[in-house]
């Protein structure tokens, strides 16, 4: 296979005519095809809605459409305006992957390798790009395998026109691949009929003739061929870039093979970044590292700040900390430093502590450059009297909440859901004396409250009659605990059980 990697396809079933439906002026009057001239013949490179139904299909002569169809409208292709369109819509696929590219003259092409589980997997990433094109007026088949050639093949050649598309799973690419039509390969119309007569019309059947026959009569562009479709050799393309991003590149004469030239060249690549960003008055947010192998093969890192930076020794730290899990193979020849997402960098007024205080944006970055970015975060207080809703996760560096907690002494260790607990105290508003929980049992030396919270009525109906006593007791051992006793039983069976008591936190 060619090293784990992912290819999806997307085949612009009626490209033209759908790109010429959806222009701002309006489309052409109905019913209307789109016609090119190939080797001095006029034919129909794609048709409308309404020329489909009357019957005028793809690759037939225009004199045979106009015959068969009264009043048909010809537009000429127009191979500068459909390529600029397919270049935009490749842009626009830049959503899902990093690495996307036209494929062909009617076909768009993402590696997807690492970005499927932003979107819940393979096959909800395929469905929700097809059905996005879909929305857009588009018509559209796809299909998501480790071979570019097997994906593009499906896509085109695949049985069904709707639906999500076809996710082949590692190792089943043979069997998807079997009963696709030589066409699927690329190759030229008269070897493709060649193979045809010979009864090797279909991928399976080729497969199982003999490889250096093939080879003699056909040459070795067709075994090359089905290397590629069944992924043993890479198929390396060159990804579209958004022309107001930001980028440096740099090629290299001699490819390098070690870790200590990739960082030498992404010091580089970080200084020349960040002068263009500078010129601009902005900073990075979002960096991409993409470096191209000899073999054709694209390894991509990201790295993300805090805030727009300008700091070239800090882009380069964010890099460092993954560097190491680049596999150059036989050698890096190419690498690429892409803005994904740059910011106005913020001026600011400079201080007497700025000589000795530390910035905390870098500390942040390189602290989620090691854990991951979701995992870097501060609390900030919400508007809600319950504890487990009267606080939220916000962002490192986010700007501080108006509100603040005035409602007394809270836990550093907060239970959610709470859980129950075994007590022994006197009624009607008493604190424990002793209470069992985790199995073990406790004797409350001291003890402060009740505190009395209610719930929020306007949520739910059940709320409106949930009533909490807390208390804030130390065991003689010297543990500091957060009980609540409830007076309804909102919490329920399958929150906590049949319990009256609860524990809810643990001071530090």
């Known amino acids: 296979m060619s090293r784990g990697r992912r290819y999806a396809c997307v085949w612009l079933t009626r490209w033209p005519a759908d790109r010429l439906k959806r222009q701002p002026g309006g489309p052409p009057p109905e019913p209307f095809i789109v016609a090119e001239t190939a080797r001095q013949t006029r034919r129909v490179r794609s048709a409308s809605a309404g020329a489909l139904q009357a019957g005028v299909r793809p690759g037939q002569t225009v004199a045979l459409a106009q015959a068969s169809v009264p009043g048909l409208t010809i537009v000429e292709v127009d191979p500068g305006a459909e390529a600029a369109a397919l270049s935009r819509l490749a842009v626009w696929a830049l959503r899902y992957t990093p690495l996307a590219a036209p494929d062909g003259e009617d076909g768009l092409v993402l590696d997807t390798t690492g970005a499927d589980h932003l979107l819940g997997g393979e096959a909800a990433l395929l469905s929700d790009l ?21 994906s593009s093949g499906l896509a085109r050649y695949g049985s069904g026109t709707d639906g999500p598309g076809r996710v082949v799973p590692q190792g089943g690419e043979g069997e998807a691949a079997a009963a696709l039509p030589v066409a699927a390969l690329g190759l030229p119309r008269d070897q493709a009929d060649a193979l045809a007569r010979l009864g090797l019309g279909r991928i399976g059947a080729l497969r199982a003739a003999p490889r250096a026959s093939l080879a003699l009569r056909f040459g070795p562009e067709l075994t090359a061929a089905l290397d590629r479709l069944h ?29 200590a030239g990739v960082e030498a060249a992404l010091a580089k690549l970080s200084a020349e970044l960040c002068r263009k960003l500078a010129a601009r008055g902005q900073g990075v947010r979002v960096a991409d590292l993409r470096c191209e192998r000899v073999d054709g093969e694209i390894l991509t890192l990201r790295a993300r700040a805090a805030v727009a930076t300008q700091d070239a020794d800090h882009l380069c730290r964010l890099f460092r900390e993954t560097a190491a899990t680049i596999d150059p193979g036989f050698g890096i020849e190419r690498l690429t430093l892409l803005a994904v997402r740059a910011g106005r960098k913020e001026a600011r007024q400079r201080t ?3 000589d000795t205080a530390q910035p905390l944006p870098p500390l942040v970055d390189r602290i989620a450059a090691r854990i991951g970015p979701g995992r870097v975060y501060r609390i900030a207080p919400t508007e809600a009297d319950l504890p487990e809703r009267s606080c939220r996760l916000a962002g490192p560096l986010a700007r501080p909440s108006p509100l603040v907690w005035d409602r007394g002494p809270r836990p550093t260790f907060l239970f959610v859901p709470p859980e129950p607990v075994q007590v022994l105290a006197l009624l009607p508003d008493r604190p424990p004396r002793r209470f069992t929980w985790r199995g073990r049992q406790h004797r409350v030396a001291r003890a402060d409250g009740p505190e009395c919270m209610l719930g929020e009525w306007w949520r739910t109906d059940a709320e409106a009659a949930l009533t909490r006593d807390y208390y804030r007791v130390e065991t003689e051992e010297g543990g500091r605990y957060w009980l609540f006793r409830a007076r309804d039983a909102s919490l329920g069976e399958g929150a906590a059980g049949a319990a009256e008591w609860f524990m809810h936190g643990v001071f530090a």
Not at 132 to 137: H, V
Not at 247 to 252: I, K, N, P, T, W
């Open 352 to 354: 007497t502590e700025d």
């Open 130 to 150: 097809l059905a996005r094109l879909r929305k857009a007026g588009l018509s559209v088949r796809g299909a998501l395998s480790s071979s570019r050639s097997l």
């Open 231 to 259: 992924g043993h050799r890479p198929e390396p393309f060159e990804p579209v870039s958004v022309p107001d991003r930001i980028a440096a590149r740099l090629v290299l004469a001699e490819p390098i093979a070690h870790s």
